[in-house]
């Protein structure tokens, strides 16, 4: 039995805890892209947490709902640490217009999901505020260093970041209105109220990943300046100014 897990990443401890101890699948996996904020973990470590007996995996990548449904040829990561389980869920998820790629790298698989959220919310900060696509080009490569230096950190392998989990995914939430994280900071540029009933994943996992660099002393400027606008603590010109401002460097 295999059981697509797609609810929002704060609500997923609470839908775990709920769920019956015996008799539960033997195939769970997240389709959630976060950090759980109460917690700091992942959605594979909640799995094995609230449900042990069962197989955990993450399918994550480039995609949208309405891409998915209208039969839209598609590729994603599905990543599983048990790889003959991998390999199983590859087989029975797959689809004429689904192709899936395994990965045992469940840690950068869903980093990748996770933090392209961030990098969105900037994307959109920019081109609500009318600053161009050139800023938001740059914040996309420097988002993506970002992103690839926590995830080493937490434990990612080397160049987990360059796949469908990674790199796909960025690139698609952050030039697509179709993306909630994108709107919400395409709102946020333009000084606008957003809908409260959608859910923003990348607030949240901001604010979490945050925290966690802290403790691995991980430098995330751009994260921090999505935190600081989302709390309304700094304006786009000093957000912009900040970013501008640090250190020179090599690349």
Not at 72 to 85: F, H, N, R, V
Not at 112 to 141: E, F, H
Not at 162 to 189: F, I, P, Q, V, W
């Amino acid at each position: 039995e295999i059981v697509l897990l797609a609810v929002p990443m704060q609500q997923l401890g609470g839908f775990l805890s709920a769920l019956p101890q015996k008799n539960s699948p033997k195939y769970l996996v997240s389709c959630c892209k976060g950090i759980d904020l109460a917690t700091g973990k992942g959605a594979s470590a909640l799995l094995k947490a609230q449900a042990p007996n069962a197989q955990a995996a993450v399918l994550t990548g480039p995609s949208f709902a309405t891409d998915l449904a209208a039969g839209s040829p598609t590729a994603l990561s599905l990543a599983c640490a048990d790889t003959a389980a991998g390999l199983y869920l590859q087989e029975q998820l797959s689809t004429p217009n689904l192709r899936l790629y395994r990965s045992t790298d469940v840690t950068g698989a869903e980093l990748g999901g996770a933090l392209k959220n961030v990098i969105a919310i900037a994307c959109g900060v920019t081109i609500g505020a009318g600053l161009g696509d050139s800023a938001r080009a740059a914040l996309m490569a420097r988002g993506y260093v970002e992103m690839q230096r926590f995830a080493a950190s937490l434990g990612a392998r080397d160049h987990a970041l360059e796949s469908l989990s990674g790199l796909g995914d960025l690139s698609l939430t952050c030039m697509s209105d179709k993306s909630r994280n994108y709107r919400y900071g395409h709102a946020l540029g333009q000084q606008k109220k957003f809908d409260p009933l959608i859910t923003v994943e990348g607030v949240a996992t901001a604010k979490a990943a945050l925290a966690l660099a802290k403790g691995q002393k991980i430098d995330l400027p751009i994260t921090q300046v999505v935190v600081q606008l989302s709390e309304d603590k700094i304006e786009v010109a000093e957000a912009v100014d900040l970013l501008m401002s640090r250190p020179q460097k090599q690349e």
